[in-house]
């Protein structure tokens, strides 16, 4: 998994190097889209809010309804900066909602806005169908702050000018409706181009248009000054070349006539201008001068094809709505002789990405990254000119341009810094007196890539005591004088209610006495089972004759997959007449009037029970009866059987939506369908659905250390210089059954190579920045070993190794869990696996613990963190001290041996051990804090003398060790096994966990002479690669120590 990279080149050209990449990940295809979109595309700098509207319609056209998290930030240097008063609920309501980003939620974090200008927003929206099938996420980027309505750029604006010749350069803004102070005025400073020696002969190209279209007819005026008018005279003409996509595609000469100081002339747009051209114009002043005079221009062509291609549906055999699995016939238009690509896409694909789409305006993009050409027209001299189109000239009158050295235009190495910016550092440096300590302020007032606060940056300087405060000081007065430290009180909102949709299942008794005549026979049809991402596929060459519109046009039979989707249909043309053309996408709605949409996860484990959902969508604008079946699968345990599909009769309202849920248990290892159909009564609809589903073994992949051998071939036996190892790969007899044994083999240069490696290279933690997803449950699972690696690398300053960049990712997948998280939030601050499932005193806890480590490296809100402590205290801690779980968790890898033994204890322990790891977060937000601690360390002493569980015991001597409360450590020691480890024969992994545990509790009490042989036993566990097994096992691990 992750983001692949492809480069290459060509060999006569090896300087130009071509790049692309792509994502490799698990994913399951969303049902639905969602745009974000805002009345202006900037925000002012002085506005109060900044609206932004939400649209999420579903890929088969029906509107959305739905409930979500909406949150706002600050892109800094690539930098995602969340914005945690921004977090905002929303519901939508057709397809629709509408959130606003009010000032007091930027000035929470940033007091001056002032300083945001020239920085930009960033929106990030996640949506949950009311049915809680279904979650996409979308984003919008590139919202600039500005205090101006305008920015006046100067791109195709030369630089340079000559003296009493035109010159063109619009720069104010009068924009009616608009105040003054958000009018720009823009400033440009212009270089006189140099005639030879004292000449004064110029030259100027003007141009009735500096962007033109294909078939326009563009006029050119060549404008001649000559301070001597015998010079003027002996000139006869004027020649001038048009240059495009690196060849001169047009070179003429024009005459002039007597006393003609403006000679005009014409030239006609084709395809060959595409996307853009360069004129050069010079004259040669003959006799003693010997000069060249020249002038260039760059005009910008709008970008579409040499020659036009268009794939559509065909008029003759147009289908107005198209059915899954019929056929259509497409006919693709364009240059005669051209092969075309072609594909269709479900829209579905591009909601999860879109970025690397190719598009006409891509292709264009990068032929104009090639081009030699460095201005936008004109140069500094005679030769400049030519250089600056990317022309080389050698002339016999002395003109030589400029050799590069490089394939490019040449630019400045250094980047352009704001000049007030560059003036407050000085004046800051200024202040120190003593140069040692000025030195030390200029070093803290330096761009850091790693992005580490000015706090964390200043304990690395080698020079502590004075040189550190004033590093510290000159840090936070260039990056962090924009932070507030104070927060305003955020306007209370509440949660809106997730839709709960009412029952609309006939009931048994009145279903067993219905008349399935008026149903269409569930035999009489069949299940839509061919459902592909991409097809169609095909390579086809048009006709070589053309048309009376100069054009070819072929036809093409395809048939439609079984989706209920949106398709876009994509081709591309090649010709060695015209390149490439990429053609504007095409979008084919498909659908029906009754369907099913049957979501399934990615994959599940074998003999575990799980919710399946088929969603019934009807766009009949009556009330509909409809029945159900679910078929019967012998592979799988569901409410099926072998005597009869599971019925189902249900009534869905007009134009409506109705979700029904299956429990089904897989019993095998392989992709098992899973089948439902649907007949409505009287009105003769129907339809199935044939999904595979993915079932992997279960239990957890075990690493185990067959052999270890030392490699020394030439003392070897046998054929000097050849050793022969030979290994037993049979696969061990607690193997799952039907599940595949795999044989890895690690070489390493020294002994202790794998042992050294593995335990301090960040290198190897980047598989544990991964992106969360899932249910509340699954995202805290993905979301905390990307938490632990980050604090891993920051603490051990590694992220070099891993690449600092990834640091920037892993900082936005944290965030990105946490907004996640939010969706399972319950109004009383308390969190569950489903909207729909009541909360979960472990998972609450939990999400307290990993929140809590995650406040060094984001912002989390002290209402959502001391929220759930609050919860945790006021409604599941007992009189007693105890925490009660009313609601386990589904995922029962995530407890660990939690949820196994003398869960009393072992639960208070955890819940305990999370209360105090936020304590100093929420000291002051939760009432009574230190007393209700008290209250379950006081039962855990008295219950750690009854405990004869070693797991039991491990967790809870850690936890009292938190709070200094442990007696001693000799219940501890004793229930070990023989001062190693601390034995549970139901787990290998709790084994580890309890073990865990038990090394953070001695460690705590300073027992360091116990430590040794227990650290080194764990060790010894390690999985191949590093790794520890399960989500508990690498936390204890990881981040308690």
């Known amino acids: 998994e992750g983001i692949w990279k492809i480069s290459c080149r060509f060999n006569e050209a090896p300087q130009e190097i071509f790049k692309t990449e792509f994502e490799v990940k698990e994913y399951v295809l969303p049902s639905f889209e969602v745009l974000l979109e805002t009345p202006q595309n900037h925000y002012y700098v002085d506005d109060n809010e900044f609206t932004v509207t939400i649209t999420a319609n579903f890929l088969h056209g029906k509107p959305v309804e739905g409930s979500g998290y909406v949150m706002f930030g600050v892109i800094d240097n690539n930098e995602k900066k969340g914005l945690p008063d921004s977090l905002t609920n929303i519901t939508l309501k057709d397809g629709k909602g509408e959130v606003k980003l009010q000032r007091y939620m930027i000035t929470g974090r940033y007091f001056d806005l002032s300083h945001l200008i020239g920085k930009s927003l960033y929106v990030t929206a996640t949506i949950l169908t009311n049915a809680g099938s279904d979650m996409v996420e979308a984003e919008k980027t590139g919202i600039p702050v500005v205090n101006t309505a305008f920015k006046i750029l100067f791109t ?74 015998s010079v003027q005279r002996s000139i006869t003409h004027i020649t001038y070349m048009i240059l495009s996509k690196g060849r001169v595609i047009k070179l003429e000469r024009v005459q002039r006539q007597p006393e003609q100081t403006i000679i005009a002339a014409s030239t006609v747009i084709t395809g060959e201008y595409i996307p853009s051209f360069r004129m050069v114009a010079y004259y040669v002043v003959p006799g003693s001068q010997n000069e060249i005079v020249s002038d260039s221009v760059w005009v910008d062509t709008t970008n579409s094809c040499i020659k036009q291609l268009e794939l559509s549906q065909d008029t003759k055999n147009f289908v107005q709505d198209p059915q899954p699995g019929t056929r259509v016939v497409l006919k693709v238009t364009g240059e005669p002789g051209a092969s075309v690509g072609m594909l269709a896409l479900d829209k579905g694909v591009l909601v999860l990405n879109k970025k690397n789409r190719l598009s006409q305006n891509k292709v264009w993009g990068e032929v104009e990254r090639s081009d030699l050409g460095c201005t936008p027209g004109g140069g500094i001299d005679s030769a400049g000119v030519f250089t600056d189109a990317g022309l080389a000239v050698e002339s016999n009158l002395g003109l030589t341009s400029q050799i590069r050295n490089e394939w490019g235009c040449e630019e400045s190495v250094r980047k352009k810094r704001s000049t007030a910016n560059v003036a407050r550092k000085n004046e800051k440096a200024q202040q120190f007196q003593d140069a040692n300590l000025r030195k030390c302020c200029e070093d803290g007032m330096k761009e850091n890539n790693m992005k580490y606060s000015c706090q964390k940056r200043s304990e690395y300087v080698l020079q502590q005591g004075e040189c550190a405060k004033v590093f510290l000081e000159c840090c936070k007065f260039i990056f962090e004088p924009q932070i507030r430290r104070g927060k305003p009180k955020r306007p209370t909102s509440g949660r809106p209610d997730i839709f709960r949709p009412g029952s609309n299942i006939i009931d048994s008794e009145k279903a067993g006495s219905l008349n399935t005549d008026n149903y269409e026979p569930m035999e009489n049809f069949r299940s839509r089972s061919i459902f592909y991402e991409s097809w169609l596929w095909k390579l086809e060459r048009l006709p070589t004759r053309a048309d009376s519109s100069g054009y070819a046009s072929k036809t093409i039979n395809a048939n439609l997959p079984e989706s209920i989707t949106t398709w876009e249909f994509t081709a591309i043309s090649l010709s060695p007449n015209s390149g490439i053309c990429v053609a504007k996408p095409f979008e084919m709605l498909v659908k029906k009037s009754f369907f099913i949409d049957l979501r399934l996860p990615y994959s599940v484990v074998r003999n575990e029970q799980v919710e399946i959902r088929a969603i019934l969508y009807s766009y009949i604008d009556k009330e509909i009866e409809a029945v159900v079946d679910l078929i019967y699968n012998e592979k799988m345990c569901s409410a099926a059987t072998r005597e009869g599909n599971f019925r189902q009769f249900v009534k869905i309202e007009p134009s409506g939506t109705l979700i029904l849920p299956f429990v089904i248990v897989p019993l095998v290892t392989e992709d098992i369908n899973i089948e439902i159909k649907a007949s409505v009564k009287d009105y003769f609809y129907t339809d199935g659905v044939i999904k595979q589903l993915k079932v992997v073994p279960e239990g957890v992949k075990v690493l185990k250390s067959i052999q270890s051998v030392i490699l020394d071939p030439q003392r070897s036996e046998g054929t000097p210089g050849v050793q022969v190892i030979t290994i037993n790969t049979l696969p061990p007899t607690d193997i799952v059954p039907n599940s595949e044994a795999q044989t890895y083999v690690s070489v390493k240069g020294s002994l202790l190579g794998e042992t050294l490696e593995n335990s301090i290279d960040g290198a190897n933690l980047k598989h544990l920045i991964t992106v969360p997803s899932g249910c509340g449950e699954q995202i805290m699972m993905s979301m905390t070993p990307t938490v632990i690696a980050t604090r891993y690398l920051d603490t051990t300053n590694q992220w070099e190794r891993l690449g600092v960049e990834r640091r920037a990712e892993a900082i936005k997948n944290i965030e990105k869990g946490y907004i996640q998280q939010m969706t399972y939030r319950k109004p009383e601050n308390s969190y569950s696996a489903f909207t729909n499932r009541p909360a979960s005193t472990w998972l609450t806890a939990y999400v307290v613990k990993v929140f809590a480590m995650a406040t060094r490296l984001m912002n989390v809100e002290k209402n959502i963190l001391c929220g759930a402590m609050n919860w945790l205290l006021s409604e ?46 929420c000291q002051n937000e939760v009432i009574d804090l230190k007393s209700k601690l008290d209250k379950s360390s006081t039962y855990l002493v008295d219950r750690l003398k009854t405990l004869r569980n070693p797991y039991s015991i491990c967790i809870t001597s850690y936890a009292l060790s938190l709070v200094e409360k442990l007696p001693d450590h000799s219940q501890l020691i004793k229930s070990s096994t023989g001062g190693t480890h601390w034995a549970d024969y139901s787990s290998d992994l709790y084994m580890i966990e309890a073990t865990s545990y038990g090394l953070l509790a001695l460690l705590k009490n300073k027992q360091y002479l116990l430590v040794e042989p227990v650290a080194k036993w764990l060790i010894e566990q390690r999985f191949y690669g590093g790794g520890f097994g399960s989500t508990q096992v690498a936390y204890t691990m990881q981040v308690e120590g």
């Open 156 to 229: 195709k604006t030369s630089k340079y000018f000559k003296p009493s010749m035109p010159y063109l350069a619009k720069v104010r803004t009068k924009a009616v409706g608009i105040p003054d102070h958000r009018q720009t005025v823009g400033s440009l400073t212009v270089t006189a181009y140099k005639p030879s020696s004292e000449s004064q002969n110029y030259l100027h190209i003007g141009l009735t248009a500096t962007q033109v279209k294909p078939g326009e007819n563009l006029q050119v005026q060549f404008y001649m000054k000559n301070a001597n008018p």
């Open 876 to 921: 599941k801690q007992l009189p007693n001290g105890v925490f009660k779980e009313d609601a386990p968790v589904i995922h029962g890898e995530m407890v660990g041996g939690t949820g196994n033994t003398d869960p009393d204890a072992s639960l208070t322990a955890f819940v305990l051990i999370a209360l105090v790891e936020a304590k100093d977060f």
